[in-house]
């Protein structure tokens, strides 16, 4: 199944069974209900417009270094 090794899964493979079992499936039923899908896609506890704000800050500050306000400052004019 796996051509890259025959003998074993691939190790990214087990990590997703372990992540299946800890943190998806769970009501342990062995597979994902609509409620269980749900909450990977959209988790209650992470806030999606914060992340996605955090990601294009950190792309745009291209020497790592520059503060907020110097950033806030930048965009204003």
Do not use: C
């Amino acid at each position: 199944m796996y051509p890259e090794r025959e003998d074993e899964e691939p190790e990214w493979v087990q990590t997703e069974r372990e992540h299946f079992t800890k943190w998806r499936d769970l009501n342990k039923d062995g597979k994902m209900d609509k409620d269980e899908v749900r909450h990977w896609i959209m988790p209650d506890d992470y806030d999606h417009a914060q992340a996605e704000s955090k990601h294009l800050i950190y792309e745009a500050d291209t020497d790592k270094v520059r503060s907020k306000k110097q950033m806030e400052s930048s965009f204003l004019w």
